[in-house]
């Protein structure tokens, strides 16, 4: 038997979405000690990483879930280990390296190859996490190196920006559960990966209002009136975008009292305890459709 969190690693996700999966889809049952601390069984791992692979090639967690449920544990879908490609690791590497040098040279059609690639080679999230970002990442630092122009930089981060906006638009059909604005603090500017986030939320069934960069105050509570929003995450990408981030907070949260909010991205981190979402798209989507899920069953 194993704790929450020895489950969670060998099942490769972490505690809270365990946790949010267990709640919210009932994928596994834990047996509990007489202190209450949940313990798993072997078995229950397995649906767990069951579950993580489903969502991983683009089935929603409520499907995913339901699937599970009519299937006995000799018939569950095998999982690859957690932390491992189904490619060597040398693939996302190249595949990396392909689109920095295809940017660097503002080749268009290297760029989209790079694009067409990663999407064909699991879900929406899979394809963000394990090649999007990094690649990003790896652009940001060749244009440090002088390796990259601005206008390559540009131009490359461009195209992955009207890439995502095409998953957005295309996940629209799914997004008719609780109302959520996401956005950008005034001065803020980095929103690839808020945009990516809006998209994994619109995905696992939320309706999403996503706002873009640069969003004066004001404009904020106009958007959470206008939609009549149940939640609001406010991306804080770098430790500049803090202090805006908490303006926003505070003047949503004057405006409308009963609304959530929460923030997510690398500054985050500072916002108060419980109010930042988990690393990882799958993962904070799930979070914040639980907690919206919560909520709902409190107030009702």
């Known amino acids: 038997m194993y704790t929450i969190s020895e489950a969670a690693d060998r099942a490769g996700v972490t ?3 365990l946790r949010a999966w267990e709640r919210r889809y009932g994928v596994v049952t834990p047996r509990r000690t007489a202190a209450g601390y949940r313990l798993y069984d072997e078995r229950a791992i397995a649906r767990v ?19 599970l449920r009519q299937l006995s544990d000799d018939d569950l879908p095998t999982a690859t280990p957690h932390g491992r490609l189904d490619e060597a690791d040398g693939v996302a590497g190249a595949l990396v390296a392909a689109f920095v040098e295809a940017a660097a040279r503002m080749d268009r059609a290297g760029i989209q190859a790079f694009l067409d690639d990663v999407s064909a080679r699991g879900s929406f999230e899979t394809a963000v996490e394990r090649y999007v970002f990094p690649a990003l990442r790896a ?21 992955v920006a009207r890439w995502l906006g095409i998953a957005y638009e295309s996940a629209a059909a799914r997004g008719r559960g609780q109302t959520v604005v996401i956005g950008l603090p005034p001065g803020a500017r980095h929103e690839l990966g808020a945009l990516a986030f809006a998209t994994a939320c619109r995905r ?39 202090a805006p981030a908490r303006r926003v907070a505070t003047a949503v949260r004057r405006a409308s009292p009963d609304v959530l ?19 990882g798209l799958a993962e904070a989507a799930v979070q914040l459709q639980a907690t919206l899920a919560d909520r709902e069953g409190v107030t009702n």
């Not at 990483?49 to 699937?67: C, I, K, N, Q, Y």
């Not at 630092?141 to 206008?151: E, K, L, N």
């Not at 069934?205 to 004001?218: E, F, K, Q, S, T």
């Not at 909010?261 to 690393?279: E, I």
């Open 15 to 17: 505690s809270e979405l």
């Open 49 to 67: 990483r069951a579950m993580r692979s489903l969502v991983d090639e683009g089935w929603t967690p409520s499907a995913a879930a339901d699937h």
């Open 139 to 159: 652009l940001g630092d060749a244009w440090s190196r002088g390796i990259v122009s601005v206008a390559a930089e540009h131009a490359a981060s461009a195209a």
């Open 204 to 242: 696992g069934g939320l309706n999403i209002h996503y706002l873009g960069a640069d969003l004066p105050v004001a404009d904020w509570v106009h958007a959470v009136r206008a939609t009549d929003a149940e939640g609001v995450v406010i991306a804080v990408p770098t430790a500049d975008d803090v």
């Open 261 to 279: 909010v929460l923030f997510g991205g690398p500054g985050s981190g500072a916002m108060p305890r419980g109010s930042a979402l988990q690393n």
